[in-house]
């Protein structure tokens, strides 16, 4: 397989397959919704802004793990030829 030994930065730029960039902006948008609530100037109760916090958490990874994914770059099975005789 040729997507083997890409280091990070070609890894990153490489095409994501489409599932993934789903995948990552689900990821984007909870940790978005996290940081607000961190954010929030209103007082919040400990355990929201504690769940926010994990939102954050969790969004990152989503995202950096489904940007890292890359679409595979395989060759296709060579054809046989059949001889006519």
Not at 30 to 41: C, F, K, N, R, T
Not at 53 to 72: D, E, P
Request: proline share 7%; no cysteine.
């Amino acid at each position: 397989m040729k997507n083997k030994k890409m280091n990070l930065v070609a890894r990153v730029q490489a095409p994501t397959p489409k599932w993934f960039k789903v995948l990552r902006n689900i990821g984007v948008a909870l940790a978005s919704v996290g940081g607000i609530i961190i954010a929030s100037p209103v007082a919040i109760p400990v355990g929201l802004v504690s769940a926010a916090g994990y939102l954050v958490l969790g969004g990152s990874i989503i995202s950096a793990v489904s940007q890292t994914a890359v679409k595979s770059e395989e060759d296709p099975e060579p054809k046989i030829e059949q001889s006519k005789e």
